[in-house]
C-alpha cells in the first residue's frame, strides 16, 4: 500500500502539464495589495522568494512595489512561464 502511494506521489511529481494559471499569476501581482507581499510567488510556489518579498517591501518601507510590476511584466510576456515545480502555466 505504501509503495503505491509513493509511485502516485512520484508520478505527480512528474508530471509536466500545466496546473497553475498565468492569468491569475498576472492579477495577483499587479494587483497591488497582494503583489507587495508576493502573492504571485506564493501561488506558483517560490516560497522563500515571496518571503524575500514581503521583507524588502518592509525594509523600503512599500518601495519594493517595483518587484511585483516587473513580475508581472515577466509574466505578460512569458518570461517568467513555469511554477516551481518546473511545469508550465496555463
Known sequence: ETASLVTLIGSYLE????????????????FPLTGLFGAHRWYLGYKKIATFQIIVTALTFGAGILWPIIDGVLLLTGNLYQDKQGRPLK
Do not use: D, G, M, P
Open 15 to 30: 508530471h509536466k502539464e500545466a496546473v497553475k494559471s498565468r492569468k491569475i499569476a498576472i492579477a495577483l501581482a499587479l
